[in-house]
């Protein structure tokens, strides 16, 4: 190891042992890493022009935007490149049709979206936990350089766990450097011919489109060299000595290159047959499509699955029946082929109905009641919808490795002495039955008006979805499958809810008009069949419970003295259970906290319940508007938070909530956020819980727009994100279960111009 003696400034020997505050800090480090990485802010700019115009046969449409932003990453100078992250964005669309002929019409729409990201070769998101979980005052971020050096010397100090190093975040974003591209070009062709020469009323359409979508990703990467402190002291001339050695892997002051890249490309076609005709109170409307689509994955692995590219091909069709604007009927049919199944499954016909009926266009609809409720519809649909995107591709064949080095499949041979033989492995068993998953959808609404200005749209949904395609769990151990059950169509959930719209338009005035809308969906879903193992008791079963259930432990709190803990039922995590640790319920009865006693707790971890509202309104020059967005029926499981380390790495740091409110010898409170610290993993107080599983609901404050505008300019100011309303307090609610240590959502405010002319 390099051993190097360096100066210090001079201090007190009294200052030398105050490690509170940190007088010096190569010797007691305080790192703030989120403030050595990360800005404030950043600015950002869009810039966005389109141009329309034409004649009577040919109309044109283009766009260009581009936009910049500057990432929320310093540029520290401890490199010779830039840490910060820029991203730019440029887009451009170009739209032209022209009549052909008096009955045709050709139309070609080409867009083409282009990204680039330059930056740290560190990825954002873990850079932001690195410097919420790493310990500040384990180790100086960085060691002052020495003549002769031809690199940073960056701190760091043997982890907790015996680690030769620990991770130091400002290293980790100045060890490399990498650029990023994206690319999508869509090419859409269309073809509209009228032949009502042939009938009136007929048309024939076509559709050819192709999307080429790449991305690339070329990086250069060093190794950071890593120094520890390993002895300071104070000389007799009151000046202070240290001394630091390399530790961990060689450092390197050269960059290695990589890269990496993926994208595909999809071809669709499609054919349309349209007829419409209106003969006095009749209104007959009917299409009949064909389509296919091919996607292929221009970088694919070198699995045969992969190189074969996906292929879906079917027809639907339609029929409407209108009679005066009151009565309406509607059969759907889509007969559709995948190439995901076994010939005789590959083929599915899904048939829906659809009916209708304006009650306010009724003559016994009197003038009086129509001036108040101006609109009053019912409607209702029934029909299926298969889905063929399952778990496994190609579902009916089996997949086996002939060569396997698993223990389970392999085996011995000799007399004397033994040589290892591989064995033959089947991965995936084939199920020349697997067929398409269905979806019987039942759906009932009901749209009113009031005076004209004000529309509310409920719908009530009903859906069952059957063939789930899944494995099978029921199968004992000692049947030989081992981790490769078969797959089958053999799961069901339900799932129903209601759907509520509301939109307000007001003109007072020419020069003061209000707009208003607001949103709220309700969808609960719950698992009605699933092949599970034969539990014993049924709380244990997911069946009945929703999709996204947390599964987990019920707490009854902690426990408040160890006499307490010698009195409760047996709680088989590994160590010793103590005064301060999370108490279980015996669900069973059996007097031993164990897996039989998991069941289903709070909500599910998607939303059932969103909801959205706002208002805009527009007086003389100035307009504003606002707009709230929120869920609830959610929970939110607190994992991968825990103070000092990890169930795999130690050395990391404490979050403010858990300092502020844990159990303590000293303070026993038994309804403390968090039980008692320890140094090592505490198996009991890491089990998935009610006590970790909190109320993720919440309401945001997602825009807010401010403009004025003078004759064709208009400017504006607008924000995203700025307040959150949540009774869960620990991180922002949005992302979710975890820890809260992914890279969070930024709050944004932008200014700015627009121009119009004619």
């Known amino acids: 190891a390099r051993t190097t003696r360096g100066m210090l400034p001079h201090f007190s020997q009294e200052k030398i042992d105050n490690t509170r505050d940190g007088v010096n800090p190569l010797i007691y480090p305080n790192n703030d890493w989120y403030d050595m990485l990360f800005k404030d802010f950043s600015m950002s700019q869009n810039v966005n022009a389109n141009l329309r115009g034409g004649s009577k046969k040919i109309d044109y449409f283009l766009n260009a935007s581009f936009y910049n932003e500057d990432g929320m990453l310093k540029n520290t100078g401890m490199a010779n490149f830039k840490t910060n992250e820029v991203m730019q964005k440029y887009v451009f669309q170009s739209n032209i049709a022209a009549n052909v002929t008096n009955t045709t019409r050709l139309a070609l729409k080409m867009t083409t979206q282009l990204m680039t990201r330059k930056g740290t070769s560190a990825i954002s998101n873990n850079l932001f936990t690195y410097t919420m979980t790493c310990n500040p005052v384990d180790y100086a971020a960085v060691y002052p350089g020495q003549a002769g050096d031809d690199h940073v010397r960056y701190g760091n100090a043997i982890a907790w766990d015996g680690a030769a190093v620990q991770t130091n975040p400002f290293a980790v974003l100045n060890s490399g450097y990498c650029s990023k591209f994206w690319g999508n070009v869509l090419a859409t062709l269309t073809l509209d011919q009228d032949l009502d020469f042939i009938t009136p009323g007929l048309k024939l359409s076509g559709l050819a489109s192709f999307k080429s979508y790449t991305y690339s990703n070329t ?21 202070m000595e240290y001394v630091v050695s390399s530790i961990g892997p060689n450092g390197t002051n050269y960059l290695t290159p990589g890269v990496s890249n993926s994208g595909n490309r ?11 005709k209106m003969f006095k109170k009749h209104d007959v409307v009917a299409t009949l499509v064909y389509h296919q689509k ?63 009926w304006v009650l306010s266009k009724e003559p016994f609809y009197g003038p009086n009641l129509r001036k108040v409720l101006s609109l009053l519809k019912f409607r209702a649909s029934y029909g299926l919808v298969g889905n063929d995107s399952l778990p496994v591709r190609f579902p009916y064949l089996t997949s086996v490795i002939m060569s396997s080095s698993d223990n389970e499949f392999g085996g011995y041979y000799g007399k004397e002495s033994f040589a290892r033989i591989s064995g033959i492995q089947v991965t995936t068993w084939g199920n020349e039955d697997a067929t398409w998953e269905i979806s ?4 009932l609404g009901l749209e009113i008006g009031l005076f004209d200005n004000l529309t509310l749209i409920m719908d009530a949904f009903n859906e069952n979805r059957t063939g789930i395609f899944m494995l099978r769990r029921s199968i004992p151990a000692h049947s030989g499958y081992q981790e490769s059950t078969p797959y089958a169509n053999i799961g069901a959930v339900l799932n129903r809810g209601v759907d509520i719209s509301l939109e307000y338009n007001k003109a007072f005035s020419k020069d003061f008009v209000v707009s208003a809308q607001g949103t709220f969906t309700y969808a609960h879903n719950e698992v009605t069949a699933k092949n599970e193992p034969n539990y014993e008791y049924d709380y244990l079963k997911l069946v009945g419970k929703p999709i996204n259930s947390i599964y987990g432990y019920v707490s009854t ?32 009865g059996d007097n031993i906290i164990d897996g039989n006693d998991k069941t289903s707790i709070g909500y599910p971890t998607i939303p059932e319940i969103t909801y959205g509202f706002g208002v805009s309104v527009q007086y003389k020059k100035f307009d504003a508007a606002i707009f709230f967005q929120g869920v609830s029926n959610v929970s939110i499981l607190m994992s991968n938070h825990h103070p000092f380390l990890t169930n795999i790495y130690s050395g990391y740091n404490m979050t403010q909530w858990v300092a502020d409110d844990h159990w303590t010898e000293v303070n026993r409170n038994v309804n403390a956020a968090y039980p008692r610290l320890s140094s090592t993993w505490n198996m009991n107080n890491t089990q998935t819980s009610t006590f970790w599983v909190k109320d993720g609901s919440y309401m945001r404050l997602k825009n807010l727009e401010l403009g004025f505008t003078i004759k064709s300019f208009r400017v504006y100011l607008a924000g995203s994100n700025l307040l959150t309303f949540s009774p869960f307090k620990y991180w922002d609610p949005e992302p979710g279960s975890g820890n809260g240590l992914s890279y969070p959502l930024q709050r944004i405010v932008k200014l700015g111009l627009q121009f119009n002319f004619n």
């Open 219 to 239: 990086w250069n990467r060093l190794t950071p060299y890593y120094y520890s402190l390993t002895d300071y002291y104070l000389r007799p001339d009151g000046e």
């Open 266 to 276: 999809i071809f669709s076609f499609q054919a349309t047959v349209d007829y419409k």
């Open 294 to 356: 091919e996607e292929t994955n221009s970088v694919p692995s070198a699995s045969q699955n992969a190189i074969l590219p996906y292929r879906q091909q079917g027809i639907a069709g339609r029929l409407t029946y209108g009679y005066d604007g009151k009565y309406l009927i509607e059969g759907n049919f889509g007969y559709n082929g995948s190439e995901n199944f076994y010939t005789n499954h590959r083929w599915g016909f899904f048939p829906s109905v659809a009916a209708g």
């Open 440 to 443: 019987r959808k039942l759906n």
């Open 557 to 588: 709190g902690l426990f408040a003295s160890d006499e307490e803990v010698a009195a409760s039922p047996k709680q088989s995590f590994g160590a010793a259970v103590l005064a301060g640790d999370i108490k279980y319920a015996d669900l069973n």
